[in-house]
């Protein structure tokens, strides 16, 4: 199996990477990652020794760089961390959230999409392309508001959450049949700097049915598809 996740030199990337290489011994992992403020190749440096893992440095939003490599390295998996991530940030600077998160999403799929469609419209077996939103999709929740389910509508709040949402709702049919779609809200405890973390796994019409593992961790989750 052969995982192409971007963004694994961030914060939940880089626990990922680590994650799989550890448990799963015939995977092989290629990291993609622009390696911006957020990035911290340092953080690889163990998995850097591991050889069936290398890493890329390139955007997501690179088409040629993409197309490149999945003609390259054949992937069978996505795992698409790679984002601008921070509110604060969205809001001085909207742009690189829309070339990032809504454009290099869109690369992404489509590059997917050429490398995994069959002449007659549908996808050789076995691939996925996991792509990570944000529960803020849904906007702010108030204490005694009911909780967000899958039928909440959208109402982003900032860029960050904006760029999120159009990336869910623009390119739901792109890779149709293939994508996971998984919104939950969930604390993981492995990830100390930021304790709350809401996470979204889009996917949009289809696949398999979602099993949630164990307690709501991220990774148990996207490891469910796997
Ligand atoms: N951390 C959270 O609490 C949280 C909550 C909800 C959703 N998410 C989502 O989970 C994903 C991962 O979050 P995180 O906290 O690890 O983010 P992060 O900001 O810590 O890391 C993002 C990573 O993506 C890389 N990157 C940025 N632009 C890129 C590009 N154009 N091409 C390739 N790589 C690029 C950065 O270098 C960095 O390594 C994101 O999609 C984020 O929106 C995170």
Sequence with gaps: MKILVTGGAGFIGVNFVYYMLEKYADYDIVCL???TYAGNLKSLDKAMENPRFTFVRGSIADKDCVDKLFEKEKFDVVI???AESHVDRSIRNPEVFVQTNVLGTAVMLNCAKAAWELPDGTFKEGKKFLHVSTDEVFGALDFDSPLFTEETKY????PYSA????TMMSFIFILSGIML???TVMYCPTLASRSSLSLSLISLRFILPLKVFGSSLTYSIILGYL
Aim: neutral net charge; proline residues 6%.
């Design 155 to 158: 109402d982003p709040h900032s």
């Design 33 to 35: 990652d622009a390696l």
């Design 163 to 166: 760029s999120k949402a159009s």
């Design 181 to 183: 779609f998984i919104k």
């Design 80 to 82: 698409n961390f790679a």
